[in-house]
């Protein structure tokens, strides 16, 4: 089965909307993380935002947000605002405590095109 | 502060040559991953080292694959003989080990291989 999974391959979002990637999740480890990267069209994979198994809150970092349900297994980044410069593949990831070397697993990513 | 380096940037070479790809981890990181990028198969982990040691080697596809870290400061992912399969985008990443409830790596910019 797979660990991450996101359902949307491909999506596009006016310039100034918000858009909201979706990303679910598979562990029985109590103690997780979960992370998402962007990989604009240069390649490198740039960390976005983070939001931990035990966290209270739902993770923010400044246009990025973390819409977080537990009980789903649901990890879903916001990008409120979007802008050009957002238009790049979008990577959810998971880290599980119990995983030895706490190593990453991703998803197969969406690609998010902004339209001006 | 400089990120992760990696070089070459590029690479094209013919099957059956070797292929040696480096890596230059944050000063200070002491785990360091090595993965490759494809369309077909998205983010795969190959091998993993902890503190200059080896700890998961399972996601390297076969013996022609062969990783070292020698140092805290240099890794080497190696590819004899290549093949045409070997095409992809290979990512070396750092993260500081031990903070075990936010492990974020940090991803070179990638090194992209074209075996003829």
């Known amino acids: 089965a797979q660990k991450i999974t996101q359902t949307q391959p491909g999506m596009f979002v006016q310039e100034k909307e918000a858009v909201t990637l979706d990303c679910t999740y598979d562990?029985?480890?109590?103690?997780?993380?979960l992370f998402w990267y962007k990989q604009p069209s240069s390649g490198e994979m740039i960390f976005l935002i983070y939001?931990?198994?035990?966290?209270?809150q739902n993770a923010t970092e400044g246009r990025y947000s973390l819409n977080f349900q537990k009980a789903r297994k649901s990890a879903n980044l916001v990008i409120s605002a979007s802008q050009l410069g957002d238009s790049a593949m979008y990577f959810c990831a998971m880290r599980e405590a119990a995983a030895a070397g706490n190593k990453l697993t991703f998803g197969g990513g969406t690609r998010v095109l902004v339209k001006p | 502060d400089a990120g992760v380096i990696q070089s070459p940037r590029h690479e094209v070479t013919e099957m059956g040559q070797e292929v040696t790809l480096r890596c230059k981890p944050i000063s200070g990181h002491n785990s360091l991953f090595w993965y490759r990028q494809t369309m077909m198969r998205g983010l795969e982990l190959l091998i993993y080292?902890?503190?200059?040691?080896?700890?998961?080697d399972s996601g390297m596809p076969e013996d022609r694959f062969s990783a070292k870290m020698p140092n805290a400061s240099f890794s080497t992912l190696k590819i004899q003989p290549s093949e045409p399969r070997d095409s992809a985008v290979y990512f070396c990443?750092?993260?500081?080990?031990?903070?075990?409830?936010?492990?974020?790596?940090?991803f070179g910019p990638g090194t992209r291989l074209t075996v003829l």
């Open positions: 080292f902890n503190n200059n040691v080896p700890i998961d």
């Open positions: 939001q931990g198994s035990y966290d209270q």
């Open positions: 990443a750092s993260r500081i080990l031990g903070r075990a409830s936010y492990n974020e790596q940090f």
């Open positions: 562990t029985s480890d109590p103690s997780y993380g």
